[in-house]
């Protein structure tokens, strides 16, 4: 069953990032395999990564396209095209796949508007094609640990939730006199490519998806304030969020909090005892049950469960890292595949959906809205 | 001078917690002595404690007015009292010694309306005499650095604030079924004894006042919102408040945070770097310049300067507690009160004020309109 | 029962370090009352410092050798002196007391050789008098929750010790270039008034002591290294111990290691779990039962228990600090004066008794012995 | 140049733990490519495994000498071989191939005895064949970071060192109730498959590796104890080592010590600063230049120089995991398989060689000699 399901990658090309973050952890498991690809719009960056990766020159294509028409024409056509291009181009990419018949996973946030948004849901659902999307922080295997003892009752019933997601490296930006080349920076900030938030869209949403994949909790509604520092987007907000049970949350994203790397952690209070979870310290959750002294668990010792284990590769204290993420995402992304392929079900796979995708999107607007609208609450539909 | 700053205290029987902090922090100073008490409106107590001191019997007295009264009278008399009470006596108590023209040191919260607090103030002006009031982590070595570090411009001007003020102590109250004696907690949740707020007066000020002496900036206005998970006072708050130079800040208390102790801890980012202080952890500063790695500097080293340096008591390394901080409050009213009784000018000792005090007042106030009306912005005068 | 327990205190005048924080920690105590003093060879100050303590002037005497005299001679005379003279003088200063019948509380290291060591011991076992020394750490509460917990069992037998006590400060005496005024430091390396030891002496017994204290396991044998840099007294040794039930344990102390503010961290592994602690931490106990996940245990919190934890002072998560400790010590032996004064059972208290003081002295010279003598075992007697 | 560079690997089958780890590794590079195989002595599991990774089935050979000589025949042969076979194989397989012609990288401990090493080491010396070993916590970027900052003296000479690696998952094995499936563990702790040592040589020689690469310096001698608790094997072990500048480290490595999961720990004094590095922390060093506040230095920040630098794959704050750590060893002895294959100069890549082989088997020996021998010093030559 050796490289079996065949995928294709539109943007990834060699010199950008997260493409070959997701490359190298579809690598990790061996029924993968990247055959067609439209790397860059840039033909000799483009034929050159196809090279890269030992494709035949007839897959790599011109423009994303003439791929997804040529390869759904195929008959060993790809199973499933991965999205990494920037975030303005996610919807016609992802839709112009999805009306080919190739499921597809693409990188967060899903799209620009709420429309948008669902109209690709809608095209998931009446298709059943597969769509998954790039909230890859659920794939540590210490996420999933939390998930199945928060449904396990472990801390019973959420009352509140504090989370952050908070980097430094766009202060120097509010600098005039700076130096530095912040030009990897600029797009972030241009509402043209980023749309109508910077870190709300990159960070916030990570935030709303994975306390919401924790807990299983929705947001009724929040109250945001975003600051700008007289640049075009944000940099900083702050949100409070009611969850449909009637608790509320606090959650921070900055990236001009000096001090922090990708400071992601989130701490989650119930009425039975808490959980807390930092990314930068990704194999350790700290559990407190009620009334008692709170344990370090870490990922490969006894403490964990065997479901929420078997995503683990490596023993305990050899640090997993990211691309192993990613993986878990890709290996249940894969899995969802193969099944489909087979004429299995297909439905009860463990990866970020559409439906997170979109309620991502929701997410941004919802805090533009109240940050934008004097402060007050907005609701989510 | 040994012994020569006689003072006397109302409340701290034996068997009372904070009045004893108080005359242990005291005790740190050889100039201080405890002469007069009314120490429990149970007379058998209030004797006993006295004994304990080897007060003079004469002075340990039945009621406040009494001491205010006798000790106004004698040429030895008391030179300042401290008030350790409940919270609900603060105010009558306060204002009688002063009308005795007895300087005053009174725990927070000072007292329970905006009124009391600026009726107070205004007999504190009239005056000239000494009030202090306890935000004691203030008193931390490290407290005084950062306060010192960001006058001096390390981290440039603040355009964030992140901080929280966390226990877990109360989460038994909320379950029915718990066999645990919660009678310590139960005045707290008590409107009667604690006024309008539970973890907002208790915790939240505490922030508030933290956050302005480190900055010096003030609250604009505040949103908030507060759970009282069926009980009389809230035991969760979220605030986002504005400073007057635009900045946002995020606070955060609760007392259902399993897994935290007394997680106070504030964080403050400015343009040119950041700073965070954990109490739990108070020798220690985290700070990092823009760009740069983040240092932890402890008390007692080179890093720090002479000025907060000298209220550090023992080399770097060996914990000095909150006694100290305590101490290091009462050694700078101490200084104020021997300043005053010498003539000298008063003005100048780092200590919190009658000031600090009604901004706590006004602050509960703000966030309980805030939170009880829509979770609006309430505007702090 | 204010005051009623009279002491002095023989060095520790207003310009030293150590006596003031033994004067503080006792001010802990109400029963306790500093009442004589020889604080310093240098008159002036020795006077000053008695005023500064309103004592009488008749008890602020020139000599060490009066006091002990004049104090045994007088019926309100003190019930215990402190000692916090320079190392080369604990010996005589003690013995002189005893041998006026008085108790004695001395800083370690109790004296410079085996025999003036067991000398002191014969002295207190044939008086019973009552003889503390200064090993404060074992004050902390954790470390008696610690002692507590493998007395019962906790962590099973004892397999294997990993402790260091390692600072920095003095590194720079190493650098032939340095503008730093080391003449603080410079006392410590000289062999006339530390003696054989420098860095052994002073962090190494601690080590011995806080392990002997919390497993009461004896070494049997021990083999080390010391590093001299150069200078007249080593400033870094590690050794090897072996324990009386065959384990192995390893000792680091230094003072060139740079980072370390007063980094003394203690690990004992079990065949049934494992505990850590670390002094600059001292609130918290890192708990490992066999198999499962570590705990965190705090202070204050249920999870501690009521022997121990009685001797905590105030709630979990304020730092309670060095002076804490210290208190923690002296009031064990306080209540060991009273019960002797009253003619009670006074040999039940938990305070590091001649015993301990002989035990660092001969564990001083059994290092340097291995360390000059070719780094073999050498027995402890 | 996609899949250039042809590799083989003797163990390693689908149910093997290291070996994926490897070719996990190996595929973070598009260069390399696996394309013959002895995965297991079960012929089942070696076709199983082949099919794995679309193996050509002649390429899976049925033993290691057939697939030496084979390979070697071969015009389209593997450039390199990985072994990754119980310990007790890795002479005569290494031998086998080196004798074969072709370049290898073996697990470690690389072999049994010193002559066996040293014979290893003369052949690769003759053939001028490539010769890596996995001491793969070296390519952790942040080790690269460190020993960079060595080298240009921001730490000064080294005075003392102190390095532990210990673990706790052995320690059921001491107990004769335990229910538990020990069966993973008891191969570690048979001399005829793990050899004279099982955690000095499992844990041990990855700290004498480790200290080497940082700091250049050799061991010179060392004394040692080992603790095996009524086992065959050691599963405890103390070590003192003298280096070759006089200085003197220690090191500890145990299985037995609960409360660790996989806890590498590094800390080197300079006379002009320290380092410290935690493998499970492993984006972090903590720098501390003589009396300024420590560092805490992240992977991916401006703070770490370009050479270093260029092993981080992923921005700061994500963390790399172990996969990225082989990954860097790998692609440094890749570059030096392809420098060698295209005639240029491989002899400076930064992967451990032969020669930390033979150093890691005479550290073993020395570490039994000495422990076995009375604890004395024993020389390594």
Known sequence: MAREIRYGMVGGHNKAF?????????QFDPR????????STRETLNQETGKTYDLDP??????YKTMAKAEAAREDGIDFVVIVTPNITHYEIAKCFLEAGINVFCEKPLCFTVAQAEELEAIVKSTGLLFGVGYSYTGYTMSKVMKEMIAEGKIGKVIAVNAEYVQGWLLDILDPDSKNDMSLAVWRTDPVISGITNCVGDLGTHIENYVSYLTGLKIHRLLATRDKYNQPLELNANIIV???????GAY?????????????????????????????????????????????????????????????????????????AFANIHREFLNAVDAKKHGKDYSCFDFPTIS??????????????????????????
């Open 252 to 324: 921070w994203c900055s990236q001009i909090a000096e001090g922090h790397c990708n400071g992601f952690v989130v701490r989650v209070y119930g009425d039975k005892g808490a959980l807390e979870w930092m990314q930068e310290d990704p194999e350790v959750v700290r559990y407190t049950p009620k009334g008692e002294a709170m344990r370090l668990i870490h990922r490969g010792t006894p403490a964990i469960h065997e479901k929420a284990g078997a995503f683990a590769r490596i023993p305990s204290g050899h640090p997993e890292g990211l691309f192993v």
């Open 58 to 63: 007839d897959r790599v294509y011109p423009d």
């Open 356 to 381: 997170d995708g979109v309620m991502g999107v929701k997410f941004i607007h919802a805090v533009v809205d109240s940050a934008d609208g004097g402060n007050q609450w907005v609701t989510i539909k």
């Open 32 to 39: 993968s395999a990247l055959v067609a690809g439209c790397f």
């Open 18 to 26: 997260i493409g070959d973050v997701h490359r190298k952890a579809l």
């Open 242 to 248: 009611e969850y449909d049970n009637g608790a509320h």
